[in-house]
Protein backbone atom coordinates (compact mmCIF):
# COMPACT_ATOMS: atom_id res chain seq x y z
CA UNK A 1 0.00 0.00 0.00
CA UNK A 2 1.55 3.54 -0.79
CA UNK A 3 1.63 5.38 2.19
CA UNK A 4 3.86 7.58 3.73
CA UNK A 5 4.05 7.69 8.04
CA UNK A 6 5.52 10.52 10.10
CA UNK A 7 7.24 10.40 13.95
CA UNK A 8 9.45 12.40 15.78
CA UNK A 9 6.43 14.88 17.27
CA UNK A 10 6.56 15.16 20.76
CA UNK A 11 6.31 17.78 23.89
CA UNK A 12 9.13 20.39 23.73
CA UNK A 13 10.17 23.35 25.57
CA UNK A 14 10.20 26.58 23.78
CA UNK A 15 13.43 27.12 21.89
CA UNK A 16 14.07 23.24 22.17
CA UNK A 17 14.24 21.58 18.97
CA UNK A 18 12.75 18.49 17.23
CA UNK A 19 13.23 16.36 14.15
CA UNK A 20 10.20 14.95 12.28
CA UNK A 21 10.92 12.12 9.80
CA UNK A 22 8.50 10.72 7.65
CA UNK A 23 9.35 7.37 5.31
CA UNK A 24 7.56 6.47 2.51
CA UNK A 25 6.09 2.84 1.58
CA UNK A 26 5.56 1.45 -2.02
CA UNK A 27 6.18 4.36 -3.59
CA UNK A 28 9.73 5.70 -5.75
CA UNK A 29 10.36 7.67 -3.23
CA UNK A 30 12.89 10.01 -5.86
CA UNK A 31 10.40 10.34 -8.18
CA UNK A 32 8.10 12.24 -5.27
CA UNK A 33 8.19 16.06 -4.22
CA UNK A 34 7.99 16.06 -0.81
CA UNK A 35 6.61 18.23 1.61
CA UNK A 36 5.52 19.04 5.08
CA UNK A 37 2.44 20.91 6.24
CA UNK A 38 0.88 21.98 10.03
CA UNK A 39 -2.13 22.40 11.25
CA UNK A 40 -3.13 23.96 14.77
CA UNK A 41 -6.06 23.67 16.24
CA UNK A 42 -9.24 26.23 14.94
CA UNK A 43 -6.90 27.44 12.09
CA UNK A 44 -6.37 25.84 8.33
CA UNK A 45 -3.99 23.50 7.23
CA UNK A 46 -0.58 25.90 6.08
CA UNK A 47 2.70 24.26 3.83
CA UNK A 48 5.42 24.78 5.98
CA UNK A 49 7.92 23.65 3.49
CA UNK A 50 9.12 21.15 0.63
CA UNK A 51 11.81 19.80 -1.39
CA UNK A 52 12.38 18.44 -4.99
CA UNK A 53 13.30 14.87 -5.61
CA UNK A 54 17.00 15.65 -5.97
CA UNK A 55 16.84 17.93 -2.83
CA UNK A 56 18.32 20.28 -4.47
CA UNK A 57 15.54 22.93 -4.86
CA UNK A 58 13.74 23.59 -1.36
CA UNK A 59 10.83 26.21 0.14
CA UNK A 60 10.24 27.82 3.35
CA UNK A 61 7.16 29.23 4.64
CA UNK A 62 8.48 32.60 5.57
CA UNK A 63 7.36 31.98 9.32
CA UNK A 64 9.60 28.96 9.71
CA UNK A 65 12.38 30.31 7.43
CA UNK A 66 16.01 30.44 8.86
CA UNK A 67 14.50 27.89 12.05
CA UNK A 68 13.52 24.53 10.07
CA UNK A 69 15.40 22.80 7.55
CA UNK A 70 14.12 20.17 5.47
CA UNK A 71 15.89 17.13 3.92
CA UNK A 72 15.95 14.05 2.24
CA UNK A 73 17.66 10.75 2.38
CA UNK A 74 16.54 8.94 -0.91
CA UNK A 75 17.97 5.41 0.02
CA UNK A 76 16.49 5.35 3.07
CA UNK A 77 12.93 6.55 1.48
CA UNK A 78 12.82 9.09 4.34
CA UNK A 79 12.38 13.06 4.56
CA UNK A 80 13.02 14.99 7.12
CA UNK A 81 12.40 18.59 8.78
CA UNK A 82 14.60 19.67 11.90
CA UNK A 83 13.27 22.55 13.63
CA UNK A 84 15.05 24.66 15.91
CA UNK A 85 14.01 27.27 18.12
CA UNK A 86 10.80 26.43 18.63
CA UNK A 87 7.87 28.58 19.78
CA UNK A 88 4.53 27.89 21.41
CA UNK A 89 2.69 29.39 18.08
CA UNK A 90 4.16 25.94 16.67
CA UNK A 91 2.22 23.79 17.98
CA UNK A 92 0.20 21.70 15.25
CA UNK A 93 -0.58 18.25 14.20
CA UNK A 94 2.71 18.23 11.16
CA UNK A 95 1.50 16.32 7.94
CA UNK A 96 3.80 14.63 5.48
CA UNK A 97 2.81 15.00 2.01
CA UNK A 98 4.13 13.29 -1.48
CA UNK A 99 3.22 14.05 -5.41
CA UNK A 100 5.23 12.57 -8.09
CA UNK A 101 3.74 15.40 -10.76
CA UNK A 102 4.77 18.79 -9.07
CA UNK A 103 7.60 20.99 -8.22
CA UNK A 104 8.31 21.96 -4.74
CA UNK A 105 7.50 26.00 -4.67
CA UNK A 106 5.14 28.03 -1.97
CA UNK A 107 2.35 28.05 -4.99
CA UNK A 108 2.21 24.27 -5.15
CA UNK A 109 2.26 24.32 -1.05
CA UNK A 110 -0.77 26.50 -1.07
CA UNK A 111 -2.65 24.87 -3.92
CA UNK A 112 -2.29 21.76 -1.50
CA UNK A 113 -2.69 19.69 -5.12
CA UNK A 114 -1.17 16.23 -3.01
CA UNK A 115 -1.63 12.63 -3.95
CA UNK A 116 -0.18 11.33 -0.63
CA UNK A 117 -0.88 12.58 2.80
CA UNK A 118 0.22 11.21 5.93
CA UNK A 119 -1.74 10.74 9.23
CA UNK A 120 -0.01 13.12 11.14
CA UNK A 121 2.43 13.58 13.97
CA UNK A 122 1.45 16.14 16.72
CA UNK A 123 4.37 18.74 17.88
CA UNK A 124 3.81 20.79 21.41
CA UNK A 125 5.59 23.71 22.61
CA UNK A 126 5.07 24.41 25.69
CA UNK A 127 5.96 28.18 26.93
Known amino acids: QVQVAESGGGLVQAGGSLRLSCTASELTFDSYTMAWFRQAPGKEREGVSCISWSGNITYYANSVKGRFTISRDNAMDTVYLQMNSLKPENTAMYYC????????????????????WGKGTQVTVAS
Open 97 to 116: AADSGSYCSGSWLKSELIAI
